[in-house]
């Protein structure tokens, strides 16, 4: 850790960011800290605050609070902490030694042996899909259509209290109880079934699954509940899904946003831009990347011809190395996370901070800038523009001599 002579401010080295980094695990720190949690289930949750729950892979959730991230995140928003600040504690340069693991009375979190990826069922519509993308969140009609057409993107069926297992011989999707669940519908009857995760080529196993026929009748008689839900997906270099996330289509309420589980985050979701284009924009989510793309061409930017990839949150990095190591091309990296400043209702800084991890990771090897929405997200900039703006602007080349308070400065 250093000070600033003329400002008094700490700022950290490079090998105090990795540090911290390696570090990074928000159960693990707060047993080292000597936080009172109270063991329930394969979590641990804070005895003074119960909605504040720590997983055993090192991430952290305040649920009454809508916050989460990992340790990083946790030292910011709980004990009030500067970014620069806590990536020096956790690196040990700053009040006590670093967290090397939890107290001796605490057991060590155990490694959880990942679940197979199985994408969810694919529904028989994509009704929903459509007007969710184009209505609600204003994405261009011709991008949404290309990438269903890609399977980049599908509207997937998933069940209040079943959870998909595989995929019979047939092709169609095979469930059973969640576990919570499991005594609820003890008596239904099951069936031994061959299932695989519906990818190409992959091997078969035999699972006991409620038959097809089962399903319908707890749909009809009320026991379970259906939902359609927007599906994102990331490929590798052969086009195999490796990574899929998503999220309920409600326009009230919140919603459903997670990672389908076995995903591996390290393959993005992307919009491919051009052969050998330089330069690669990145956003939190896939939403935000459809997002740019249509502001792009809205405002006829350049830009449009440029890859952009989703990270799958603003401090997440797999996918950026994957994408780099990948793509010996790109020069120049645009970073489009979201603006999560106070006045948007946000407790940390997470976009601004994971701004700054990047340019601390990557800065010496690639040229890096920021393009920052001016609300939120670039969603947000996108329906103002829809909602507010459209019809009454003539948007003509150069794309940047557009006020910049309009959100459309690409």
């Not at 500067?82 to 009040?95: F, H, K, M, N, P």
């Not at 050998?276 to 989510?285: K, L």
Request: with cysteine; proline share 6%; net charge positive.
């Amino acid at each position: 850790m250093s000070v600033s002579r003329k400002t008094g401010e700490v700022y950290y080295t490079g090998e105090e960011l990795e540090a911290a980094l390696k570090n990074n695990n928000a159960l693990q720190y707060a047993l080292s800290r000597g936080y009172r949690l109270v063991s329930v289930g394969n979590e641990y949750h804070l005895a003074e605050h119960d909605s504040m729950v720590f997983k055993k892979d090192g991430r952290w959730y305040w649920n009454s609070k809508g916050l989460h991230g990992r340790a990083l995140d946790f030292i910011q928003a709980y004990e009030d902490r500067s970014y620069r600040e806590a990536v020096c504690i956790l690196a040990g340069t700053i009040d006590r030694p670093a967290p090397v693991g939890p107290p001796r009375d605490m057991p060590a979190p155990s490694q959880e042996e990942k679940p197979e990826f199985i994408l969810p069922e694919r529904s028989g519509s994509y009704k929903n899909l459509f007007a969710y993308l184009i209505r609600e969140r204003g994405i261009e009609p011709e991008l949404v259509k290309n990438l269903v057409q890609r399977h980049k993107i599908y509207q997937g069926i998933v069940y209040n209290k079943l959870r998909l297992i595989g995929y019979g011989k047939d092709g169609t999707a095979r469930y059973d109880a969640k576990e919570r669940f499991k005594e609820e519908f003890a008596q239904v009857p099951r069936v031994r079934e061959s299932v695989n995760s519906g990818q190409k080529d992959a091997p078969f196993h035999t699972a006991g699954c409620l038959a097809p026929e089962t399903v319908r009748q707890l749909l009809d008689s009320g026991r379970a509940h259906l939902y359609n839900n927007l599906i994102m997906v990331g490929c590798d270099t052969t086009g195999v899904p490796r990574y899929a996330s998503m999220r309920s289509m409600n326009s009230k309420g919140k919603p459903v946003k997670v990672d389908i589980p076995g995903s591996d985050k390290s393959y993005p979701f992307v919009l491919e831009g051009k052969p050998g284009n330089s330069t690669v924009c990145i956003f939190e989510s896939p939403i935000e990347a459809m997002s740019y793309w249509t502001l792009c061409k809205i405002t006829g930017s350049s830009r449009i011809s440029c890859p952009m990839i989703s990270l799958g949150g603003a401090a997440s990095r797999q996918a950026l190395d994957r994408y780099l190591k990948g793509h010996p091309e790109i020069r120049r990296i645009v970073i489009g996370l979201n603006n999560d400043a106070k006045e948007f209702g946000h407790a940390i800084d997470a976009g601004r901070n994971g701004a700054e991890k990047i340019e601390e990771l990557y800065g010496k090897s690639y040229a890096i800038s920021r393009h920052c929405p001016h609300l939120d997200d670039w969603n947000d900039v996108l329906k103002n523009y829809r909602q507010n703006l459209e019809g009454r602007l003539s948007v003509r080349e150069p794309a940047v001599s557009k006020p910049r308070h309009l959100g459309l400065a690409i």
